[in-house]
T-cell receptor, first 111, second 115 residues
Framework: AQSVTQPDIHITVSEGASLELRCNYS??????LFWYVQSPGQGLQLLLK??????LVQGIKGFEAEFKRSQSSFNLRKPSVHWSDAAEYFC?????????FGAGTILRVKS | GAVVSQHPSWVICKSGTSVKIECRSL??????MFWYRQFPKQSLMLMAT?????????EQGVEKDKFLINHASLTLSTLTVTSAHPEDSSFYIC???????????FGSGTRLTVV
């Protein structure tokens, strides 16, 4: 069965600093990988997804993620964080049917 | 883009009553819908998967008689929490897939509080 690990529960970065959120997955075949963002009391918004092809994926709001098969990772990055990026971020792996989510990483941005 | 509307956004009900949550795909046909439950400061846990016109598939440990899921059309799925109790209080989120086969669009969630 597939699983997702997000090792960082909380991350705090200064506004303008770079960001990397870690995600490791376990899946027997080629995974479908996703990053979502959730603001408090809200649903999930898709940031980006990877199915195949170029392993560096560009998403919305200036986010990108890199799929590394050898490391079973799909880390999310942003070169310069804005205060509005403060939220919870979820990595997910899909098998073509359902999604399995990681535990989430709460991002705090300090000014 | 694909939009999923979920209603109500929040609901408070008395213990023992039933509550229905609707999930609608507004601009695409949702062949598959998913229902998740999220406890405070926790991740999303898949409760069930429903395909239009067929019975929902529940995840292990989810009481199918308590959480009734109906996916009667390609644009509407409902989750009914029957005989709700305080421990059913949670944030419920639906997700729909269709059109873009590998895309999952989420509703805005429903905060259920049972008193």
């Amino acid at each position: 069965a597939q699983s997702v690990t997000q090792p960082d529960i909380h991350i705090t970065v200064s506004e303008g600093a770079s960001l990397e959120l870690r995600c490791n997955y376990s899946y027997g075949a080629t995974p479908y990988l996703f990053w979502y963002v959730q603001s408090p009391g809200q649903g999930l918004q898709l940031l980006l997804k990877y199915f195949s092809g170029d392993t560096l994926v560009q998403g919305i709001k200036g986010f990108e993620a890199e799929f590394k098969r050898s490391q079973s990772s799909f880390n999310l990055r942003k070169p310069s964080v804005h205060w509005s990026d403060a939220a919870e971020y979820f990595c997910a792996v899909g098998d073509g049917n359902k999604l399995v989510f990681g535990a989430g990483t709460i991002l705090r941005v300090k000014s | 883009g694909a939009v999923v509307s979920q209603h109500p956004s929040w609901v408070i009900c008395k213990s023992g009553t039933s509550v229905k949550i609707e999930c609608r795909s507004l601009d695409f046909q949702a062949t598959t819908m998913f229902w998740y439950r999220q406890f405070p400061k926790q991740s999303l846990m898949l409760m069930a998967t429903s395909n239009e016109g067929s019975k929902a598939t529940y995840e292990q440990g989810v009481e199918k008689d308590k959480f009734l899921i109906n996916h009667a059309s390609l644009t509407l799925s409902t989750l009914t929490v029957t005989s709700a109790h305080p421990e059913d209080s949670s944030f419920y989120i639906c997700s729909a897939r269709g059109g873009d086969y590998y895309g999952y669009t989420f509703g805005s969630g429903t905060r259920l509080t049972v008193v």
